[in-house]
């Protein structure tokens, strides 16, 4: 009998099943992979934007709102919103909550919402993220 037999036929009929044995090997005589650095570094830069709502914005028809209504982190107004094309990305926060990319638009003139069955609030805070990326 072969010794894959004599293993099922002791082992299959007991629903058990037979690990095979593992062996402990010292890792430290192991060496890491050898580390590729790139010709160059990427650098993020992240803009914030912040606008408080002053009256409820119905977005049934859509909203747009100025860039000049914005501030930045440094609390300094806005004349246009800093977009990083094609390297980059921007995220909408209202009300703390990330928007689904497709809902809005950022242009440097204005921040546009689609039209959708919603309100928001006077005292809403709206937050545009801006990312892009550098090669250094």
């Keep these: 009998m072969n010794r894959q037999k004599l293993i099922c036929d002791s082992y299959c009929e007991k629903n058990q ?8 090997i010292d890792i430290g005589s192991i060496q890491p992979p050898p580390v590729v650095m790139p010709e160059g570094t990427i650098i993020p830069i992240i803009n914030r934007y912040l606008f408080i709502a ?13 860039a000049n209504l914005f501030t930045d982190d440094n609390d300094n107004q806005l004349t246009e919103f800093k977009l990083f094309n094609p390297n980059g990305y921007v995220n909408l926060y209202i009300n703390a909550l990330m928007q689904v990319g497709g809902t809005y638009n950022v242009t440097p ?21 801006s990312l892009g990326f550098q090669q250094m």
Excluded: C, H, Q
Aim: proline letters at 10%.
């Design 54 to 66: 002053t009256a409820d914005i119905s977005l049934t028809n859509g909203a747009t709102i100025p």
């Design 109 to 129: 003139d204005s921040l546009i919402i689609n039209p959708f069955n919603e309100t928001i609030y006077a005292g809403t805070p709206i937050i545009i993220e």
């Design 17 to 24: 099943v037979l690990w095979p044995r593992i062996k402990a």
